[in-house]
């Protein structure tokens, strides 16, 4: 889930956000969006579900996974479904933000 400070810092930036906190709220809000910075563990499952719908859909959204886990076996699951950055907290925010502004 997207944390208060980051959904602050990113709205700021000019990047439009929209928070969920949920596996079934992430499905839901794909639509138009150009981003996607994904958690790995969510109340309701595992951020991998969204982004092998990203991709199994064709969907054309720039995935970046952002997780706390230090469970070698979901990181190289999410791994394996190649998004474009991988962070592990705490991350770099500068990273992230260069990431973002790279799409231009």
């Known amino acids: 889930m997207v944390s ?19 596996v079934a709220d992430g499905l839901a809000a794909l ?3 150009a ?7 969510l109340p309701d499952g595992l951020g991998t579900v969204i982004l092998e719908r990203i991709h199994a859909e064709g969907r054309p959204i720039r995935v970046a996974v952002a997780s706390g886990t230090t469970d070698a ?23 992230l933000i260069e990431w973002l502004d790279s799409a231009g």
């Open 73 to 95: 076996d979901l990181l190289a699951d999410a791994a394996r479904h190649r998004p474009e950055l991988l962070l592990r907290k705490p991350y770099d925010l500068n990273v």
């Open 31 to 33: 639509d138009g969006q």
């Open 4 to 22: 208060a400070a980051l959904l602050t810092i990113l709205t700021r930036l000019g990047h439009p956000v929209v928070a969920v906190g949920s």
């Open 35 to 41: 981003f996607a910075i994904l958690d790995l563990n």
